[in-house]
């Protein structure tokens, strides 16, 4: 019986050396180890074998068996290797070739300057707010009273949707809805994208963004709207930032005030940006008119309340001496990475 294993193991250790792929391996394995094999052979004999014998005779076959089966599991893995090896040579891998970059996003410019002024705002105890750009003429004009022939309609060029829907060209179309769902105290700053109908420039574009900030409380004044203005400007522009206010006129609020800083490039000493007078015009300002109070249901007789709105492109092209406002949305990267 001894022999006999023995034998069958030496055939097989011949036939496994043999073997040139998985397939002849997997053929070996049915020849020497399925039903009509040798090895199920010897099993069947085993009834022949005395009693004394069986069990070591038994474990010689079972060894037998294991030893052929994890020779199998064997030549298949090398046999594997070998063919991956063989394919890798016929690759041709240039490790001197560069890696592949992996470009780090980045916030665009716009956006940069949004996050300053808002964190500056977060700091003062403002909360922030974001209105719709698609906007009823409501909010955008009638409520904050411009009524329908208002000539100061023409100073917004506007992108109608419908006769009562439109782009809305500022982000003081949140005050009224505001004042509509919330009570004074009301402490808000509103970034947000508008639209006007302009001829599309090097100096001014479609649409572009605002900042607007609103606070209504009872007795809030007009000191209180001049000392938070100069502040917020010192803020973002650096101490020694001169700043002037001049009277104006919007119709949602009375008084109503344009504000002007030093220019930035030549500080008040007059160049081309600042078209030689020395300042640069950058909000609009004003205490809310009690009519637009009223139409958000506040009553003016007990709560007042400041607001202002200020365009963010025109502030970045100065800073950055960018001479064209269209690069902004270019998406240019030459552009963009640069900030
Ligand atoms: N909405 C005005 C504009 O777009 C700016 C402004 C806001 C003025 C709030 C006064 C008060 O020009």
């Known amino acids: 019986m001894k022999s006999k294993i023995e034998a069958i193991r030496n055939q097989f250790s011949k036939d496994i ?19 009509k094999g040798p090895v199920q052979d010897l099993m069947r ?33 090398e046999l594997e290797q070998k063919e991956e090896s063989e394919r890798l040579s016929h690759e041709n891998i240039d490790v001197t070739l560069p890696g592949r970059r992996h470009h780090l996003g980045r916030r665009h410019i716009v956006n940069q300057f949004m996050d300053e002024i808002v964190d500056i705002f977060i700091e003062m105890g403002f909360s922030i707010q974001e209105g719709p750009e698609i906007e009823s003429d409501y909010y955008n004009f009638e409520a904050l009273n411009f009524s329908k022939d208002h000539p100061a309609r023409d100073m917004q060029d506007t992108f109608y949707i419908t006769e009562d829907m439109l782009l809305r060209t500022h982000t003081t179309n949140l005050q009224v809805r505001l004042m509509e769902t919330q009570k004074p105290p009301i402490r ?47 803020k973002l522009f650096g101490a020694g930032i001169k ?37 640069l015009e950058v ?32 502030m970045i092209l100065i800073k950055h001496r960018i001479k064209d406002i269209r690069i902004l949305t270019q998406n240019d990267l030459r552009f963009l990475e640069q900030f």
């Open 188 to 234: 808000v700053l509103s970034p947000g994208r508008v639209y006007r109908n302009e001829e599309i420039s090097a100096r001014s574009h479609v649409f572009f963004h605002q900042v607007e900030a609103m606070y209504i409380d009872k007795g809030v004044t007009f000191g209180d709207l001049i000392a938070t203005l100069e502040s917020f400007l010192v």
């Open 17 to 35: 050396e043999d073997a040139k792929s998985a397939k002849d391996v997997e053929a070996l394995k049915v020849k020497y180890l399925g039903k």
């Open 45 to 77: 004999g085993l009834k022949d074998v005395t009693d004394a014998d069986r069990p070591h005779v038994g474990k010689w076959i079972n060894d037998l068996k294991e030893d052929l089966m994890n020779a199998c599991m064997r030549s298949l893995n």
């Open 243 to 279: 700043s002037r206010f001049r009277p104006s006129y919007f119709p949602f609020v009375e008084p109503g005030l344009e504000v002007d800083i030093q220019c930035l490039l030549c500080r008040g000493k007059g160049c081309g940006i600042c078209k030689h007078s020395g300042w």
């Open 283 to 314: 909000l609009g300002a004003g205490m809310i008119h009690p009519e637009v109070l009223r139409n958000g249901g506040i009553d003016p007789e007990t709560y007042t309340g400041y607001a202002w709105g200020m365009g963010l492109e025109r």
